[in-house]
């Protein structure tokens, strides 16, 4: 293989999805100018995402939420349930509780507005191909207010109820090592990461991740994150 290859082989193939022709364009030339990224496809809406992101199988999907046919939420959540690997990154003006939350939950991995500037786009990018999570700080405040919302009204039937179903995991079962896991986690450390610190097989990490994923009742490790944050 070529250096040229090797480069091409190790860069970040990125779909976006943008209904604004003036954005999705100024947003690829950006893109285009960076050695270790490359734009493989432009959708102009939710549908024609999904469809793109199929065919194409990029490795990051830069998702507005706000287009024709299909929003970016349905987008985002039928491409993270049929393309584990292609993580989303919402960049949309879009800021509101419920759509925050909402995208998140549909699996999306960063949340950036499009104030943001050039680099921090381009930093989040990155950070989502190493594995981790990126959300604004304004983002993420919404994000960990909605989980105490949610605990606290979990909490608060919990109090009505009699006796525990036993197949239904609490926060509260969490043994001393999937605390940790979880922990990492929040701080936005990658499985391979995790297995370093804490000195075990990458594979066994991935399955401590799907185990609190499960108990936690979280479909993407951002949520798992800003559950972490919410419990302290």
Known sequence: MSTEEAASARRVRILIAEDQALVRRGTSVLISMQ???EVVGEACDGLQAVAMAAQLRPDVVLMD???PRQGGVA???EITRTLPGTQVLVLTTLHDDETVFQAVRAGALGY???DVTEQELLDTI???RRGESRLTPQIARKVMDQFRRLAGGANHAARDVPAVDENQSSTES???KEERVLRLIAEGMSNRQIAAAMFLAEGTVKNYVSRI???LHANTRTALA???RART
């Open 65 to 67: 939420l706000h287009m």
């Open 75 to 77: 987008a985002t959540r």
């Open 213 to 215: 994923m499960q108990k």
């Open 112 to 114: 950036l507005l499009k």
């Open 226 to 228: 800003f559950k972490s």
């Open 174 to 176: 969490l043994n001393d």
């Open 35 to 37: 050695p270790d990224m």
């Open 126 to 128: 990155r950070a989502l």
